[in-house]
């Protein structure tokens, strides 16, 4: 990928493209990583369970593995080459539009520098694994041999067989990396953004987007859905292993998918909030520089064109006094019914569908049409 991106690559990364493992061209660079991690993190277990009597099945039949690694992880990989240039496409507008006065630019370049290092490399990876690893320890010593799935232990002793192994110090810490590591570039957005409500940036209460020119970070949380998908899809695998093998009904979960979308807004939806203190004094300055200006204008037209003392005359309506007035006025509402909160709402549906719609098949399959639509007529009712 580019290495103009606000993001800068994970070191992993770095080491299979100079191991000549990854192409220059971002398709087959993406194909050839979901290869890659279906070949530690899925291949291994399909072939280890093979090797343990009756697991093979057991594995098979696992739907939050299948899903977990034939799925979530692919999209993961995939969501880098469609979020990553969103971002940097957003982080060059403000160097690049008047919105960042010319004082702060050499900051913001320093401060775009600083996410772009901390994004990545050496230490970041060191720490993401750190992390990863001691939360596998924690599971392993907290959670009874039970919790896990029957396929990781072996029958005999109930101990963890080659496969339970692999999954617990290979695949699941490849997932949650993948998962903390988008985790680590949102807070490096959020830190990001929050500087920026803080430089001292360029607004103009009267801007046609409603927004004093910030109207765009309101639609930026869309930039997320393709990691919103990811993540819903390893909570509603959860949710399809326990309908399918452990006859849970799907009706009386409705909260699952619920909840799953509600976090997603929350957690993407929020960071543009972080300019709201900056809208509301640059409303609060627009209403009263605005109001002022409106209130003279006002007071010369009045003056001019009432009380009788300029004559009416057929072409009056073509002076340039209602016009100017007028435009005026129009653009003045801009600054009265600005926004002092970067929400979009259809950004807020689009989020919550990206997590929802992963639940949609559980729904569809382990559920009769006829128990779906008796379901919504006792909650009506």
Not at 25 to 47: G, N, T, Y
Not at 152 to 158: A, D, H, L, P, V
Request: charged letters at 15%; hydrophobic letters at 55%; a neutral charge.
């Amino acid at each position: 990928m580019p290495s103009t991106l606000l993001f800068a690559e994970a070191t992993h990364i770095k080491l299979l493209r100079r191991a000549r493992l990854i192409p220059v061209e971002d398709r087959h660079e993406a194909a050839r990583r979901c290869v890659l991690l279906f070949a530690l993190a899925w291949l291994p277990l399909a072939l280890l369970v093979l090797t343990q009597a009756g697991a093979a099945s057991l594995f098979f039949r696992d739907i939050t593995a299948q899903v977990r690694y034939l799925v979530a992880l692919p999209l993961l990989v995939v969501a880098d080459y469609i979020v990553l240039p969103r971002a940097e496409a957003l982080g060059r507008y403000f160097l690049e539009s008047s919105l960042l006065p010319p004082s702060m630019r050499e900051a913001y370049r320093d401060m775009a520098s600083a996410v772009r290092k901390r994004s990545a490399g050496p230490l970041t990876a060191l720490g993401i694994a750190a992390v990863v690893y001691a939360s596998m320890l924690a599971m392993y010593f907290i959670l009874p041999g039970p919790q896990w799935a029957a396929w990781q232990r072996q029958g005999s002793t109930g101990a963890f067989s080659l496969a339970g192994w692999w999954h617990l110090l290979v695949s699941l810490p490849i997932l949650l990396g993948l998962i903390l590591s988008w985790a680590w570039r949102w807070l490096l957005w959020v830190r990001l953004l929050w500087w920026l409500a803080r430089a001292g940036l360029v607004l103009m209460p009267s801007h046609p987007d409603g927004a004093a020119g910030l109207g765009f970070l309101a639609d930026s949380p869309r930039m997320f859905i393709p990691v919103v998908i990811p993540l819903a899809v390893v909570v509603a695998a959860t949710l399809g292993h326990s309908l399918v093998l452990e006859g849970v009904t799907a009706v009386g979960h409705e909260a699952t998918p619920l909840i799953t979308a509600g976090l997603a807004i929350v957690v993407f939806a929020s960071p543009p909030l972080l300019f709201a203190r900056v809208l509301v004094a640059a409303r609060h300055d627009g209403m009263l520089e605005y109001g002022e200006l409106c209130r003279n204008v006002g007071l010369v037209f009045e003056q001019r064109w009432l009380g009788g003392r300029t004559p009416v005359e057929p072409g009056v309506l073509e002076r340039p006094d209602f016009s100017a007035t007028t435009d005026l006025y129009g653009l003045s509402v801009n600054v009265f019914e600005m926004k002092l909160l970067l929400v979009d709402y259809p950004t807020l549906v689009a989020l919550a569908l990206a997590s929802v719609l992963p639940f949609a098949p559980l729904w569809l399959a382990a559920v009769p049409f006829h128990a779906v639509v008796d379901h919504i007529v006792g909650m009506l009712v």
